[in-house]
């Protein structure tokens, strides 16, 4: 851990495990048991697919790609962890526990997965908090991701402490110094691949390290929400790049975009800096008692304009949105909860007892609908793209004529512009985490 993120971290884990015992004890459970999980391997092989952590496991600890381990946490005093150091000449043996977290918890070193069940307490009433896998099989616990524990902690995921957000800030300016040299790459005329292998060397991460698949898409590639082809060749001309990728830091994501003309100086340039603006204006609007949601439409209703003044359809804004027409060019939410998952936990959660609030019925790909608070992180990520399956919808309807089929066939080749950054609401607007990442380099 660097110094901003040491300083933090001592009220962060206090709050949390006073968090996670007092649920217990309301709800008269003794012990949570929190396994980070383990590699699955392939079916007829003898090799594993990529380890993922359980999210509730880094949600405590500060280790991202450490299978086999256990916290046990007791419903008063400190908290258990067996910590899996194989023998090992096949692979890396994960090193020596150290860091600031090493003093909250009982270390037991377990040099064989099996060797945890000795840990896990054999009376009271004992819940599991993730995947029951492996050596777990043998463990009869008395719940399993019961809701009156795992909801209140989904909600509480929305409200990021200091630490977190420092997290996250380390993540972003991560991912910011290899979105530059991505940038570059595109503009030296590298191939997908070529944008990919540039963007992970600057980020000093692997693919599998990277929080989601990172999309690269050169030209009409753009217009593929999650387009993850890489392709290997270089293409004849270079028109467009729109690239999606985050990093991580201690299992804190971040999730950036940005959508770059090769000829910096044409009409889809003059767009992407429309964009761009708009969506500097919509985080104008986000503070504390706002409504996301109607951030969302709004973004509509701006997209619409946008679509006007281009002259890419003759109809008035609201009129657009009204019949449809923005949803064919922005198909997708604005944005999500951001935090150990990258589509983090709870965003459409109706309160700290669960249930769910649903996105209009005209906006179902929205993933937050929670009213926007303090110390939330979310993204605001305003998209436009050309894209033909849905542009088929408006060819067949009776808004056919009001759109100019001319220039955006002219456009299909720029396959279409996103721009995304990571937001921390603050008491009284917010804190562009991926703005200052940039500024730092």
Known sequence: MN??????????FDALLGRYQSLLADHKYDYAVIPSGMPIRKYLDDMD?????????????????HPHCQIVIPQSGKPTLCYYQPVDFWHTVPSDPEGPWTRFFDIKIIARPADALAHIPKKGRVILLGEQQGVLDAVSFSAHNPETIVYPLYWQRAYKSDYEIECIMQSNIIATRAHNAARDAFYNKESEQGIQLAYLKAAKQLENDMPYGNIVALNNNGAILHYTGCEGEVPKQHHSF????????????????????????????????TMDDMHLGLLDKIKPGASYVDLHIEAHHKIAAILKQYQFVDMEPASQVEAGITSVFFPHGLGHQLGLQVHDV????TNGNGGTTNPPAEHPFLRNTREIEASQVLTVEPGLYFIDSLLADIKSSEFDKQVN?????????????RIEDDIVVTDKGHRNLTREAFDKL
């Open 3 to 12: 110094n901003d993120v040491f300083a933090k971290f001592d009220e962060h």
């Open 49 to 65: 697919y990529p380890f993922k952590t359980n999210p509730h496991f880094k949600a405590i600890l500060p280790l991202a790609d």
């Open 242 to 273: 729109l690239i999606d990728a985050g990093a991580q830091f201690h299992g804190y994501a971040s999730d950036i975009t940005r959508t770059y003309s090769f000829a910096k100086n044409d009409e889809f340039a003059d767009m992407i800096k």
């Open 346 to 349: 709870g965003g459409h959660q």
């Open 405 to 417: 089929w001319k220039k955006i066939d002219e456009f299909k080749k720029f396959g279409g512009i």
